[in-house]
């Protein structure tokens, strides 16, 4: 699956998420508190130093402030059911989640808020404060990763317990935040692509968004903010992907049955927003139109090289030797794909840990600078947007070098291809940046327009590589043939793969493959 990161949130670099081969560990039940006594007290002596024996708090204080805010909006409920982990991560177990907590949430009968099941996590944050997950922060940073998910279950007639699977699937959702150590933001979306319950329902993909009721806390060990997870319809994501994920979140709220003001995940909804109000869909078209995608790049399956003088031929070639590329282009995605991430790839120099952390350093830091440089006295300017396409300071930057490129060749999977006439219409039309990020390796392909600043590409050279980063100038007179040729992707159904795409005159061709099956 793709799973996608927003321009305001650019650091929460979607990856690839999988419910995973672990069993879910659990125990259901009410809730204690207990002091932690284990090992590792070096690091632990310097938080527990400013307590004297005798003030020692029963509750550890990142726990405390989780519990605090859901008491404020639970009083009646002082012990609700948890699912909580037999074995616990920090112990070696496969659930990074200690607790999710399950609360009866009466809705608002005045507001269309139906009575529903609310679930909080406790994990994502530091909930103990002596180093056997996190290392210490201070109060006014993230505690840990900095927040808790959420999630709202409209509760079914007679449904006496929680179901106990939206604990498995915030389960699965850590595990990929432990993983790769990026953060779930508001704005956030990731495309699932099976219903989050298991059934038949037509909910099966996830947006990110504050939640409803839960307003960020703080403790000594520092602020946690509650994100709360949104079932979503295809329709819906595809929409959040070619606009943005706040505009289709405020649509959800306007429109009780499919989510309503506090966006509530009913499992059982059998028609979109944009079935329920045709009219939404021009206030997305007028959305995309006026202000572009605010996403700024996904992770998802692609390659890149620069072809030799054979492979750089148009595509109205012999036909034997179009037939004789696709079959590389397919025996090479097959040999990709059955290798295990960040294994060693043929023909390309392994790269260094250290290289590899500078290329994701380089990365999150350009993406992260998209405000765009316009005189705010004058909005008639052309909008541009910047990111540093310098590697990070922390380390040499000889390691990485930067080089130009004659003729390029990218491979996308058809779900990654099926994106680029969004990135080309809804990103680089508005003089924006577009990023695909390997999920298999650390290569990364940036589409530039024109007027983005700090670029390592120009009109002489549009083609740069920094390192395994490959970044593609799509020049204005080139934008709106390549928008024309490739606006059949965004109906990936009616493509036969492998498919090649070729501008001679741009020394530029992009191959779309088959899906992993």
């Not at 139906?114 to 210490?136: A, K, M, N, Q, T």
């Not at 090289?305 to 179009?322: T, Y």
Request: aromatic content about 8%; proline content about 6%; charged content about 25%.
């Amino acid at each position: 699956s793709i799973n996608t990161f927003s321009e305001q949130y650019s650091k929460a670099l979607i990856k690839r998420l999988h419910l995973g081969s672990h069993s879910f560990h659990t125990y259901i039940g009410r809730n204690s508190r207990c002091v932690h006594s284990g090992n590792k007290m070096d690091d632990r002596e310097r938080r527990s130093a400013g307590y004297s024996q005798g003030n020692v708090p029963v509750t550890p204080p990142g726990l405390d402030a989780i519990y605090s805010a859901c008491r404020r909006l639970y009083p009646d409920q002082p012990n609700p059911l948890q699912v909580t982990a037999l074995v616990k991560y920090w112990l070696g177990g496969p659930d990074p989640l200690d607790y999710i907590s399950m609360y009866a949430n009466p809705g608002d009968p005045d507001r269309n808020i139906p009575p529903h099941w609310h679930y909080i996590s406790f994990g994502l944050s530091d909930l103990h404060g002596d180093c056997r997950v996190y290392e210490l922060g201070l109060a006014d940073g993230p505690s840990g990763f900095g927040f808790e998910l959420t999630f709202r279950l409209k509760r079914e007639p007679g449904e006496a317990n929680p179901p106990t699977w939206p604990a498995a699937l915030m389960q699965a959702l850590a595990r990929y935040v432990f993983q790769s150590e990026n953060v779930l933001c508001s704005g956030d979306h990731v495309s699932w692509h099976t219903p989050l319950d298991g059934s038949e329902s037509r909910i099966q993909h996830m947006l990110m968004t504050e939640d409803s009721q839960l307003q960020p806390t703080s403790s000594v060990l520092g602020m946690v903010n509650f994100i709360q997870i949104v079932g979503v319809c295809g329709e819906e994501l595809k929409a959040a992907q070619h606009w943005n994920g706040p505009g289709i979140i405020e649509l959800l709220r306007s429109k009780p049955s499919a989510g309503g003001p506090w966006l509530v995940t009913d499992m059982r909804r059998g028609e979109t927003i944009f079935e329920l109000d045709p009219h939404l869909k021009e206030r997305v078209d007028q959305g995309i139109e006026q202000e572009g995608s605010n996403l700024s790049g996904v992770s998802a399956w692609c390659l890149w090289d620069e072809p030799g003088d054979n492979s750089n031929q148009s595509s109205d070639g012999e036909d034997d030797d179009k037939e004789n590329k696709k079959e590389r282009d397919e025996e090479d995605y097959r040999e990709r794909t059955s290798e295990r991430r960040g294994s060693k790839e043929p023909g390309r120099r392994a790269i260094s840990d250290y290289e590899s952390e500078q290329i994701k350093a380089t990365l999150k830091k350009g993406l992260s600078k998209t405000h765009l440089n316009v005189n705010e006295e004058s909005q008639a300017q052309s909008r541009k947007e910047s990111f540093d396409s310098t590697v990070s300071s922390d380390g040499p930057t000889e390691l990485i070098r930067t080089r130009t490129l004659d003729t390029v060749h990218l491979k996308f999977n058809l779900e990654a291809g099926s994106l680029l006439p969004l990135a080309l219409r809804g990103r680089l039309k508005h003089g924006r940046h577009f990023t695909f990020k390997g999920i298999m390796n650390d290569i990364a392909i940036t589409l530039v327009s024109s007027s983005v600043i700090g670029s390592i590409t120009d009109e002489e050279h549009p083609f740069a590589a920094h390192g395994t980063w490959l970044q593609v100038l799509i020049q204005d007179e080139a934008l709106e043939d390549m928008i024309m040729d490739l606006d059949e992707l965004s109906r990936p159904d009616d493509i036969l793969c492998p498919k090649t795409y070729s501008w001679p005159e741009k020394r530029l061709c992009i191959t779309i493959l088959p899906d992993e099956s």
